[in-house]
Each structure stands twice: as C-alpha cells, then as structure tokens.
T-cell receptor, first 114, second 113 residues
Framework: DADVTQTPRNRITKTGKRIMLECSQT?????MYWYRQDPGLGLQLIYY???????NKGEISDGYSVSRQAQAKFSLSLESAIPNQTALYFC?????????????FGPGTRLTVL | QKEVEQDPGPLSVPEGAIVSLNCTYS??????FMWYRQYSRKGPELLMY????GNKEDGRFTAQVDKSSKYISLFIRDSQPSDSATYLC?????????????FGKGTLLTVNP
C-alpha cells in the first residue's frame, strides 16, 4: 500500500462549489504539506503543518483552508472554487528529525474548476 | 529574479547519452540541494540530495553543488528510456527553516530508445 494517499485522484467541479481534498499517510511523520503544481510554475506551497495543533500558511494560501484531523490526516479545502485553482495538488510528508527534510509525495489530485 | 531558476526544456536525448541538468539559485542560505524525479501522473520522489558543496554519486547519477557560483547539476550517465521524467531541483536552508523546500520549475527529459 502507498505510504501517502490522496483522494480523489481526479475531480471536476464548477465555480463557486466547495471542495475538499484529503490526504492520509502511514509513514508516522509529524510534518505534512499541501502543494499545487501548475505548468511553468513548479511546485508552490499552500499550507504546512508540523503537528495537529501547528498549522501555517505557505506562499499561496489565499482561497484555501486546511484541517489536520490527526497526525495521519491533512485535508485541503477550497471554500468557493474558481477556475484559476485548476491545477495538480500534492500532499507531502516529512520527518522532523531528518536534516534534509526529505519530503514524500502522494500521487496527486488533478482538479479542474469550470 | 526567482530564488531558483531551472531550464524547463524539454530535453530529448538518445539512449546511452550523458544528460546534464542544471539549476541556479540566489539565496545563499540554502544548504540542502535535492533532485526529485517525477514520472507522468505521479508525485515527485527524491532521487539524490547533497549537503553544502561537493559531489555525490549514486550509480549512474551524479549530483554536483558549486556554492560559490550558486549552481547545481545532475548528471545521468548511460541514460535509459526509464529515465524519461521531469526532474525538479529543490533547495532548503538548514536548521529550523529546513521545512521549506524551494523548487525549480522542472526539466522534462525524454530518452529515446
């Protein structure tokens, strides 16, 4: 089984709809991250969490919110989706005790907002 | 100027060629230098990392860091079709700021049989 899983893998929604992307991990890591990936822009950090009670905004948090339900679960919500949020979304985890902060990525969710 | 610059390619080479992928950066606080490989429709996975300056070799892959020039490279020897992927460089500072990875845009590599 995959260590970092994301659901759904693909989602098409309409402008104004609320949508939640979910991430679960079995690696036992404390740190979890949400990124979006756009062609030509690379990976951009949306939110990150060091533990259940420590959640922080990343570079591009506007229009997004997150919830860390447990050490293993980190959800990303788009309260009112807009077309420029169409992108590939990745969840990642890392072990706080590792110096290089190697991040382990999930398979991604392809989101299309019409 | 972006913190990390990476030529997006695409780069197309014949099987067996030596491939050179490069990134430049501007933040002198970066201490960890990483290369991630991302296959189509998959998440990135760490290929190699180097701390501070120097070279690191792992099989057909060699990572080089030149901090004086703020330049990092990944070399792939005897490239194989299975190496076809997007390669992302990533960097971070050490200590409490190591959580934040700054990524290049990625270079799409195709190795033709």
């Amino acid at each position: 089984d995959a260590d970092v899983t994301q659901t759904p893998r693909n989602r098409i929604t309409k402008t104004g709809k609320r949508i939640m992307l979910e991430c679960s991990q079995t690696k036992g890591h404390d740190r979890m991250y949400w990124y979006r990936q756009d062609p030509g822009l690379g990976l951009q950090l949306i939110y990150y969490s060091f533990d259940v009670k420590d959640i922080n905004k990343g570079e591009i948090s506007d229009g997004y919110s997150v919830s860390r339900q447990a050490q293993a679960k980190f959800s990303l919500s788009l309260e009112s989706a807009i077309p420029n949020q169409t992108a590939l979304y990745f969840c990642a985890t890392s072990d706080a005790g590792v110096g290089n902060n190697e991040q382990f990525f999930g398979p991604g969710t392809r989101l299309t907002v019409l | 100027q972006k913190e990390v610059e990476q030529d997006p390619g695409p780069l197309s080479v014949p099987e067996g060629a030596i491939v050179s992928l490069n990134c430049t950066y501007s933040n002198s606080a970066f201490q960890y230098f990483m290369w991630y490989r991302q296959y189509s429709r998959k998440g990135p996975e760490l290929l190699m990392y180097t701390y501070s300056s120097g070279n690191k070799e792992d099989g057909r892959f060699t990572a080089q860091v030149d901090k004086s020039s703020k330049y990092i490279s990944l070399f792939i020897r005897d490239s194989q079709p299975s190496d076809s992927a997007t390669y992302l460089c990533a960097m971070s500072a050490s200590g409490g700021s190591n959580y934040k990875l700054t990524f290049g845009k990625g270079t799409l590599l195709t190795v033709n049989p």
